[in-house]
């Protein structure tokens, strides 16, 4: 079991290191809403958060 949980740690940092490498400050702000919202059962929460993760990734196609 520790392994399962050492295993998906290292995948959440690397997921917030590539998301902050590549869309910077405003990507981990965006994750962390989303998670924050999931977590706590907000819809508002997660929608914000997930909302602004979308606008980044399509804000060149706008």
Request: glycine content about 12%; aromatic content about 4%.
């Amino acid at each position: 079991m520790p392994a399962l949980a050492l295993l998906a740690a290292a995948f959440v940092v690397g997921v917030e290191q590539t998301l902050q490498w590549k869309y910077g400050v405003i990507g981990v702000v965006g994750l962390l809403l989303l998670t924050i919202g999931i977590k706590a059962k907000n819809p508002a929460v997660s929608s914000v958060g997930a909302v602004v993760l979308a606008l980044l990734v399509a804000g060149p196609a706008l």
